[in-house]
């Protein structure tokens, strides 16, 4: 049961300075504004505050009121009003009427807008239009990296899928570049650079021109992290929309987990209120479960509980003396143990319930023969029929996407009755959704000839060579052929098992997946690591359509020690699956290696398709 | 397990490996349930004190003190008392975050040497050198001042690079097209989004809609900055514009029908449907949005007319089961199922008739079945339901046939929780053998059970079935009948 680490495991860096980091910060920010004053927060930088502060601490810094950044009138009084928000257009426009309505009622404030991670031209241009730039001091907090875990990294920024992979935006790559950049002050640089992706070849480059800019105080310093790859999440949707089955990810996929915490609600505490939980190596109980295939959790709870059930026993026999000590020493960790015990207990039923509710079985079923490319017809039919009966439009839509990306496409009959079918059942303004869905190449239609080349020449014909070089650029890097199946082939993504696949004795990632699949991305990160480059990996490289986004840099250190080189920071950008993290954990135990994960925010295949909605729910 | 046991093994052989089962409940979740038992019955011994060691939680599930739970406090009695907070205040209690002690060896002013000394000037140097001592930790405090630029003769890149660190940076002196296009150049080149989109926006500004189409179009990643900008900011007409220049007349047509998301009033928003209608979408879409349009005329035709009808009062369906939302806006199949509930027996005539919904939007058989079963079952008017996969033949014989297959049927019913009398029949009609045990032991149609197992002859089952049953009941008498019968000859 639950893997333990390898006893040459290198140490992880310590992370909780990034906190703090961001915590000084923000203080610092708060205090160029003396004074009392009332703070608007935006709802989704709630969590990330919650996890380096406190209200306490921002009472300290004279926060007198809190509020929620909305489309509400707001009822404060104060007489300094602090803004902390994401660069959005919305949110300058709701700051906009906020202080156009003081000026229109002749009131004067003072207003302070403190953009996280940064903040954008477009914002202020905003800020101008509305006729309040000047009136409204603007500052950034760069808060770009939350530890959520001893091994794990957040921006928090959900939105890079749709801003990057959607609409081409690449906003993000500074904030990412900036990220690295405070890496590697912090922790030294990294000797040896991998990525894939056009996103990943970008922010590196961004990345590499920042550290050259800067003056090189740290460039003497000790490497702790030894690599760092770099992967754009169009390399592998597939694995994204893959149903979960490790307990982290079930866990995520059923109960939806925000900023390393989850609402258990009262179906899982089995009482009438709700519990927020963090969940990370501190529980000592969820640590041992969740990179743990869901069918070995239940076995492994029950041994616990019976353990904790002898441990309460042996009060029995005891006199007063060891009484006293068992309570004053042992008791504490048992009531703890018993409290996260019977919480995962609880969650771990209600999964159960739900799927057995929702015909999980047929379902991975089906998703297991679209990732071996069998009986297609079968499954068309299978999500055919999930369409019809009106089940949730999410999963609907995840099922046609990962139909499309393993076939590389739909054939046109299917894609036409399929989506007609969709429209009818979930409302007919998802003709947006597929337009999305389309562009991003998540799903699309298998074309007779092939259309992409025809729009590229005609536009070619508008301009010079140089330029037209770039518009191929442009093109390729968007809506592209998946070639997953060969890929799958390519690199044994379904391992061929005699026998049955042990779920409690995993021998390869599959694990993440039942045994049916070793997620791409995962597998990629393998590769190249085992080679220390991309040598003899061209095939796939030129699979994944990336032959011009695939890099290694390695600078010669001497100083690099073997641990470090142990060590591999991961960035994910558009976001990682917890069953990505759990491979790679698994792989690294294998390896003796430890990989630290860095992602602009934690992703399942709901998030991604809720992202391409264009109806919100 | 209700799937086919035939089927699952045949796919697991194939496929060779063995997947955890969800609906293997007799194992995995009696163990479960075991851990819980004796998990909870160790209660006693452990809530005898106070959670001290659990978070506070508020009424909505905020730990006490967090910044979230803090806030909904606030708005729930904003204005309120002073005393209110103190108290509060007093209640917070932080385990929750677990904040290490501030006392940082990061401290701020480790991070910021040199650049805060209040009212102290920089010098000239100082200020334009681009170096700073340390990007992470953000140029604060800096009056803004002192970031204007000293020079106007900063090149393109050294302009772009400016940008991109957030320094104020005036652009106005690249006037010529060419410093302009440059700039755009070298922004791209940079890989910075934010700073792209501050080369545009002084485009947009300076140059006129033609010359900045013209020279977008061969710029392919500064043309996609340029129309998410105009998306965020919502210059819908510019947009527009742009698309009819580029000839993506496809984007045109959609991005016009985005719009009816914002228009919240029914018969307006039905009039920019029709608006949407000669639009140049793909064939295909084309009559998507025509099926958009006449659903909601549809629709507010029915919800007019139904709205009236359940307020008078005088419709037994209404009475009994009033309407629990409006129909307006909702899916084909939602208003199918609802006129399906409400309006089964109206003449093909009826805007509000299921039939004539069918026809006009050409439902396939397969999903007007489902529907109208759904609504039917859920009214529990077994008799439509019965009519619904009954068919004659030319000799006037009845056959019963369902284009959805049986099983699916006899699932819907049971949601219903339709009595075992209508569901055995159903799961009688089940085809594969297979398949309608699982679904007759499922469902505990005893007989149907019995019945085939004694059809196959499977003793081990039959015998196996009978601890299922009730001690004493008709069904255990009956597979006693049929166990002790001579006539059959067992298979095993």
């Known amino acids: 049961m639950a893997f333990p680490l390898r006893p040459d495991a290198p140490e992880l860096p310590d992370f909780s300075m990034l906190k703090r980091l961001a915590r000084d910060q923000l203080i610092y920010l708060l205090e160029q504004l003396p004074g009392k004053k009332d703070l608007f927060i935006e709802a989704d930088l709630m969590s990330p505050l919650d996890r380096i502060a406190n209200v306490s601490i921002l009472k300290q810094h004279e926060v007198d009121k809190l509020y929620k950044v909305e489309n509400k009138p707001a009822l404060s009084s104060n007489e300094q009003l602090c803004f902390l928000v994401r660069p959005r257009i919305k949110n300058m426009r709701y700051i906009a009427n906020l202080v156009n309505a003081d000026k229109l009622a002749g009131r004067t404030r003072k207003y302070k807008v403190i953009f996280s991670p940064q903040k954008f031209y477009a914002c202020e241009m905003v800020l101008e239009e509305e006729g309040i730039y000047g009136d409204v001091s603007c500052d950034e907090w760069a808060f770009s990296l939350l530890p959520l875990d001893v091994d794990l990294l957040s921006m928090e920024l959900p939105e890079f899928f749709r801003d990057y992979f959607l609409e081409g935006d690449q906003r993000w790559t500074n904030t990412v570049a900036q990220a690295l950049h405070l890496l590697s002050t912090l922790y030294g640089s990294f000797p040896n650079c991998y990525g894939v992706g056009r996103c990943a070849r970008m922010s590196y480059e961004l990345w590499r021109k920042l550290e050259e800019e800067e003056d090189s105080e740290t460039k003497g310093r000790r490497p702790e992290i030894g690599h760092i790859f770099l992967l754009d999440r169009d390399m592998d949707f597939v694995t994204a929309l893959c149903s979960q089955v490790v307990y982290e990810g079930l866990v995520d996929d059923t109960f939806r987990i925000k900023c390393g915490s989850v609402d258990f609600g009262p179906e899982v505490t089995s009482s009438d209120k709700s519990l927020k939980v963090l969940l990370n190596a501190e529980d000592k109980v969820f640590n041992e479960i969740r990179n743990e295939h869901f069918s070995n959790v239940f076995g492994f709870l029950s041994q616990k509980a019976r353990n904790l059930q002898a441990q309460y026993d042996r009060r029995r026999g005891m006199d007063i003396k060891q009484m006293k000590n068992f309570v004053s020493q042992e008791l504490k960790g048992l009531k703890q143990e018993h409290r996260l015990l019977s919480l995962h207990i609880g969650a771990c039923e209600s999964i159960m319930k739900k799927k057995t509710k929702q015909d999980f079985q047929e379902l991975i079923k089906t998703e297991h023969a679209l990732l071996e490319g069998f009986n297609i017809r079968e499954s068309t039919n299978y999500i055919e029929e999930h369409i019809d009966r009106q089940v949730s439009p999410i999963e609907s839509l995840r099922l046609m996407c990962l139909l499309s990306i393993t076939e590389n496409g739909l054939i046109p009959k299917d894609y036409r009755s399929l989506k007609t079918q969709y429209l009818q059942s979930y409302g007919p303004e998802h003709l947006l959704t597929f337009s999305n869905l389309r562009r991003a190449g998540l799903l699309t239609e298998q074309a007779p000839g092939d259309t992409l080349t025809a729009v590229e020449s005609k536009v070619s014909k508008l301009v010079t060579d140089k330029a037209a070089g770039k518009i191929t650029d442009a093109f390729s890097s968007l809506a592209k052929r998946s070639n997953f199946r060969a890929i799958s082939k390519k690199l044994n993504l379904i391992p061929r098992v005699d026998g049955e696949y042990d779920l409690k004795v995993p021998r390869d990632m599959a694990y993440v997946f039942s045994g049916a699949y070793v997620p791409l991305s995962c597998r990629i990160i393998e590769q190249v690591l085992e080679r220390r480059s991309w040598q003899g990996l061209d095939e796939v490289v030129r699979l994944l359509n990336c032959s011009e986004f695939a890099f290694t840099d390695m600078t010669k250190e001497d100083k690099t020690s073997s641990e470090s080189l142990r060590l591999i920071l991961v960035v994910f950008l558009g976001g990682c699956t917890f069953s990505e993290i759990s491979a790679l954990r698994f792989l690294g135990r294998e390896k003796g290696y430890r990989f630290i994960f860095l992602t602009t925010a934690i992703t399942n295949s709901a998030r991604l398709m809720e992202a391409m909605s264009e109806v919100k729910a | ?492």
């Open chain 2, 1 to 492: 397990m209700n799937r086919t046991k035939g089927d699952e093994e045949e796919y697991w052989n194939s496929s060779k490996f063995k997947a955890f089962t969800f609906d293997d409940e007799d194992d995995e979740l009696s163990q479960l349930k075991e851990s819980k038992r004796a998990v909870n019955s160790l209660r006693d011994f452990v809530d005898d004190d106070d959670d001290e060691d659990l978070e506070r939680v508020s009424w909505s599930g905020e730990p006490v003190g967090s910044i979230s739970w803090s806030i909904k406090e606030t708005a729930g009695n904003s204005g309120s008392s002073h005393e209110g907070r103190e108290q509060l205040k007093n209640r917070n209690s932080f385990s929750y975050a677990q904040l290490p002690k501030p006392t940082s060896t990061y401290s701020l002013s480790s991070f910021f040497r040199g650049r805060t000394r209040p009212g102290s000037f920089q010098s000239l140097s100082d200020a334009l050198s681009d170096t700073p001592a340390k990007s992470y930790a953000p140029e604060l405090g800096r009056p803004k001042g002192e970031y204007r630029d000293y020079s106007n003769e900063w090149s393109p890149s050294d302009t772009v690079r400016r940008l991109r660190k957030g320094k104020v940076c005036s652009l106005e002196r690249f006037r010529s097209l060419q410093d302009k296009l440059q700039l755009l150049e070298e922004a791209v080149s940079m890989h910075d989004g934010n700073v792209i989109t501050a080369v545009l926006i002084f485009l947009k500004r300076t140059l006129s809609k033609e010359i900045l189409f013209r020279e977008l179009e061969v710029r392919q990643i500064a043309l996609r900055h340029f129309i998410h900008f105009l998306k965020e900011i919502g210059d819908q007409k510019l947009l527009l514009d742009l698309f009819k220049f580029l000839d993506r007349t496809e984007e045109l047509a959609l991005s016009h029908y985005r719009e009816h998301l914002n228009i919240q009033d029914p018969e307006k928003r039905k009039e920019f449907l029709k608006t949407c209608i000669g639009l140049p979408f793909s064939a295909e879409d084309s009559a998507h949005i025509q099926d958009h349009y006449t659903l909601l005329e549809r629709q507010i035709i029915i919800e007019a007319n139904d709205r009236h009808l359940e307020s008078a009062g005088q419709t037994e369906i209404f009475r009994k089961h009033p309407r629990k939302a409006s129909i307006l806006n909702m899916p084909l199949v939602t208003t199918l199922f609802y006129s399906c509930f409400y309006h089964y027996m109206e003449a093909e005539g009826t805007f509000s008739s299921p039939i004539n919904l069918k026809k006009t939007f050409k439902i396939p058989d397969k999903q007007y079945v489902l529907t109208a079963l759904a609504a039917r079952a859920k009214l529990r008017a077994w008799h439509d339901v019965d009519a619904l996969f009954t068919t004659k033949n030319w000799l006037g014989y009845t056959k019963k046939r369902a284009p959805i297959g049986f099983h699916r049927v006899v699932e819907i019913l049971h949601k219903n929780s339709a009595p075992v009398q209508i569901l055995q029949e159903y799961v009688n009609l089940v085809e594969d053998v297979d398949t309608k045990l699982n679904l007759a032991t499922k469902f505990k149609c005893h007989d149907v059970v019995i019945d085939t197992c004694r059809d196959l002859k499977d003793r081990q089952q039959l015998l196996a079935y009978r601890s299922k049953v009730d001690k004493g009941s008709a069904e255990e008498e009956k597979i006693d009948t049929i166990l002790s019968s001579s006539q059959i000859r067992w298979k095993n």
